[in-house]
């Protein structure tokens, strides 16, 4: 299994980033996928999952109206569309299958 983070970086309050994941080392598509965020000294937290046709999708309540997740399974990437963002939503972003495996994560900074 291997994920593959990306897209973070630097934003001001109120602005915009999206995330990607690639997966590869196992069929994407016959897994929801998620997205979490550690933010510094706590613990991970999820963000938002996504189903394997990406049908239906559920997110954290800080999530909602903020953020959107969706998927290309013909690409084997997962994406996390983050508007409006808040100087808390500063964390690492993790993507994953399971829970248990990790890519190296991706770092938001939301800051003026």
């Avoid at 239906?56 to 997962?78: C, E, H, P, Q, V």
Wanted: include cysteine; charge should be positive.
């Amino acid at each position: 299994v291997q994920l593959v983070e990306s897209g973070g970086g630097l934003v001001q309050p109120g602005g915009s980033l999206r995330l990607s994941c690639v997966a590869s080392g196992f069929t994407f598509s016959n897994y929801d996928m998620y997205w979490y965020y550690q933010a510094p000294g706590k613990e991970r937290k999820l963000v938002a999952v996504i189903g394997r046709a990406g049908s239906w999708a559920n997110y954290a309540n800080f999530a909602k109206g903020r953020f959107t997740i969706s998927r290309d399974n013909a690409k084997n990437t997962l994406y996390l569309q983050m508007n409006y963002l808040r100087h808390e939503d500063t964390a690492v972003y993790y993507c994953s299958a399971d829970a248990r495996n990790w890519g190296q994560g991706t770092q938001v900074a939301v800051s003026s």
